[in-house]
């Protein structure tokens, strides 16, 4: 199973992938579905360079894309379902933790589910101050960000950070999509990402 470490660097945290020899071999990525072992599509983009542009929609279906939010800093949270504990959680947590930050930051939340299943999920939960977004149209931004779990058509769950030029600066993959990510280390990557 692949692993993971953060670490500090130029004032920014960064999160990298370590690969286990499976990865290797099959240039492939893998993380764990609770106890399966799933494969996902694609590469993570690299840190450092221009975040991968890519194409959603919202809850009327029109489309979103990475360039709308140009020279703002960006937090993406890939999440596998809204309809799932962690997920609404993790969706939640960062919808009461924006305010915390200037109108330079946005904050995104992007799954594989119907952007009407979202809208109800935002209306339930009261999630009104991060735009969430669908990728269940085209599948784009789990191609283009290699977070899309093979058989499925879910998201792995990961967290990235895009800085106001469009750099990917920080990114966690979490090795099993049952965990959280570690909410700490992305919040204080933002702050430090966003003072640059």
């Not at 020899?21 to 221009?50: C, D, H, R, W, Y």
């Not at 800093?73 to 947590?93: E, F, M, Y």
Request: charged share 20%; net charge negative; proline share 5%.
């Amino acid at each position: 199973m692949p692993k993971y470490v953060s670490f500090l660097a130029a004032g920014c945290v960064f999160s990298l992938m370590l690969l286990s020899p499976m990865a290797i071999a099959s240039n492939k990525t893998q993380v764990m579905m609770g106890e399966k072992t799933v494969t996902l599509e694609g590469k993570l983009p690299q840190l450092e360079q221009m975040a991968p542009r890519f194409k959603v929609v919202d809850d009327k279906f029109n489309p979103i894309n990475l360039t709308d939010f140009k020279g703002k800093t960006i937090l993406i949270s890939a999440v596998p379902s809204l309809d799932t504990g962690v997920c609404a959680l993790q969706t939640k947590r960062f919808n009461s933790e924006v305010s915390h930050f200037s109108d330079d930051v946005v904050m995104l939340t992007i799954s594989t589910d119907l952007p009407f299943a979202q809208k109800r999920f935002c209306k339930v939960e009261n999630v009104e101050n991060i735009k969430v977004l669908s990728d269940s149209v085209w599948r784009d931004f789990g191609e283009k960000y290699g977070l899309l779990i093979e058989d499925y058509g879910l998201l792995a769950r990961a967290i990235f950070i895009v800085d106001a030029e469009g750099k990917l600066k920080y990114q966690e993959l979490v090795p099993n999509i049952a965990q959280h990510p570690n909410y700490d280390a992305a919040l204080e990557a933002l702050k430090t990402i966003q003072a640059q």
